[in-house]
């Protein structure tokens, strides 16, 4: 999609580097960043430079990529994977690409491994791109049928980010919206802020504005007296590890928005690749959510009058903070997840019946 009228993708990798957007820039700066080693993958992944389930499981196929070429040994290989799936624990997609790097590289010789590994996470992220447009034009007739109905605006909410800079392209969440509005629908988002770390003002709004998408950014809490008042037509929200039972865990505060969506008797929907099934959890509870540092909480960033970026302390300094990243929405207040084979019930026979 574009930045200041340019087509990008989220990564890319030149001449031995892996290039990122570094989204803790955003929406400032626009800085595309190199990562050099395995290491620069795990810390970009860490302070989330590169986020979102889809697009730090291609980047840490490309980590494996970089490991190779700094040391072309099965046991730095193995090392490397491990440290990958660990740099963050709730998105599916890491493990999941990372797990698929290795198997396709085991007992592959080392002459061959660099050019095999380059061209599996180059097919990762093709893959994606396939997949997020496929769910766009799955959710499509979503909105297209509440705008036949409604021959009006359609208004969409959304949490946290699940647009292009979470995946490769497109996106997953914003899939259906880009293409509604490449169709000529009239589309207006809501993009909760989604604190602490506001991926929904600082990314979503951002890449909407760059793609000429109306849009509105509102505080976390204003979605449920939005929704009592008639001013949402459907939510449709990203997720890191859908449960084969059609559970979804995604951003802290998505489970808010389901319950107010759910007595508002609004559409709730769950955009998603099959990247971000987990097929073996069987209980949510098993779910590693992510517990990240409190200071995202207790202080905030942004420029000052002269242009200086500047980090501030916003809570009582004796506060202690608690910052869980992410929740769980029960499958029963999701209205259908639009995945790149089709929309199906958040349920097991759902995703069955589309992902045997
Ligand atoms: O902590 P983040 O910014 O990586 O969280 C991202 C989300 O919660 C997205 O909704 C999810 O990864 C789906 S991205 C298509």
Redo the contacts with the bound molecule.
């Keep these: 999609m574009k930045i200041n009228g340019k087509e990008y993708r989220t990564i890319w990798f030149e001449k031995n580097i892996v290039k990122i957007i570094d989204q803790t820039k955003l929406p400032h700066q626009f800085v595309i960043k190199d990562l050099k080693t395995v290491k620069d993958v795990i810390n970009a992944i860490k302070t ?1 430079e590169v ?4 697009l ?1 499981g291609a980047t840490a196929a490309y980590g494996l990529v970089l490991a190779i070429l700094e040391n072309n040994d099965q046991s730095f290989l193995k090392k490397s994977a491990e440290d990958l799936i660990k740099s963050r624990p709730t ?1 599916i997609n890491l493990k999941w690409a990372v797990d698929r790097m290795i198997n396709k590289l085991s007992g592959v010789n080392s002459e061959k491994i660099l050019d095999i590994a380059l061209n599996e996470a180059k097919k990762i992220c093709e893959e994606d791109i396939k997949f997020c447009e496929n769910i766009g034009l799955n959710g499509l007739k979503i909105i297209e049928e509440i705008y036949n109905k409604k021959k009006d605006t359609v208004n969409i909410l959304t949490h ?3 647009g292009w800079l ?2 490769i392209n497109w ?3 914003t899939s259906p919206i880009y293409h509604a509005h490449k169709k000529g629908i009239p589309v207006h988002v809501w993009a909760d802020e989604t604190r602490p ?1 506001n ?1 929904g003002a600082n990314l979503t709004s951002y890449e909407l504005n760059e793609e000429g998408i109306k849009n509105t950014i509102i505080a976390d809490n204003t979605g449920g007296i939005l929704m009592q008042r008639g001013e949402v037509d459907m939510c449709i ?4 590890r859908t449960l084969a039972n059609g559970d979804v865990c ?2 802290i505060g998505t489970y808010l928005k389901a319950l107010a969506a759910h007595d508002n008797k609004i559409p709730f929907y769950v955009a998603l690749p099959s990247s971000t099934i987990d097929w073996n959890i069987k209980d949510h509870k098993e779910i590693p959510i992510e517990e990240r540092n409190s200071e995202e909480l207790s202080t905030i960033e942004g420029f000052d009058s002269d242009g200086n970026l500047k980090k501030i302390q916003i809570y009582p300094k004796k506060s202690k903070a608690m910052n869980l ?2 929740d769980v929405t029960p499958a029963k207040y999701v209205t259908g997840l639009i995945t790149e084979k089709g929309i199906c019930q958040a349920s097991t026979e759902g995703l069955k019946k589309l992902f045997k």
């Design positions: 989330m986020r979102g389930a889809p730090i998105a946290c980010n699940a979470a995946t996106g997953t969440a770390r991926q929200v990203g997720t890191d995604n951003k990243a992410f």
